[in-house]
């Protein structure tokens, strides 16, 4: 299936450009969570960051990241955010965390998202990156 999505933007170069603009976002968003790992890490330590912000924007980023993915490759038919449903509800109940809870829990909650968030880029990038080296390859059967 993803062969049949990739030939069929072979050569188009608005779908190469998305492509790229998708690999930057995947770029920026890790630098961001794992920006949000380090301060998880300092408020387990004690420090006294502000790890609700930092939660409420990677759940903003996340969210504005597979919208813009699923608008600039029609191919994947809006597939991104129905994959990943799931860290978008578990992002956004940590979002929401209630005032009155404890903020080294929602640390730690955010810890064990981290690396499935990780995954989810890394895999949107193993997507994109086969895509681009059949895009630059080219077919010789011309299908």
């Not at 420090?47 to 903003?60: C, D, E, F, T």
């Not at 608008?71 to 860290?87: N, S, V």
């Not at 895009?135 to 299908?143: H, Q, R």
Request: hydrophobic share 45%; charged share 25%.
């Amino acid at each position: 299936m993803i062969i049949e999505d990739m030939r069929g933007n072979r050569q188009d170069p608005e779908s190469v450009a998305a492509g790229r603009a998708v690999l930057e976002g995947c770029a920026r968003l890790r630098k961001l969570v794992r920006s949000g790992m380090g301060q998880v890490q300092s408020a387990v330590m004690g420090g006294q960051l502000p790890i609700r912000s930092m939660v409420a924007n990677v759940q903003v980023e996340f969210s504005r990241h597979l919208a813009e993915a699923d608008a600039l490759m029609p191919a994947r038919d809006g597939r991104l955010q129905a994959e990943f449903a799931g860290e978008l509800g578990t992002l956004a109940a940590l979002g929401a965390w209630p005032e009155d809870n404890d903020d080294l829990e929602l640390a730690l909650r955010f810890q064990e998202l981290a690396p499935v968030l990780l995954d989810a880029m890394a895999s949107e990038e193993r997507y994109l990156e086969i895509t681009r080296n059949d895009l630059a390859v080219g077919d010789p059967f011309g299908c």
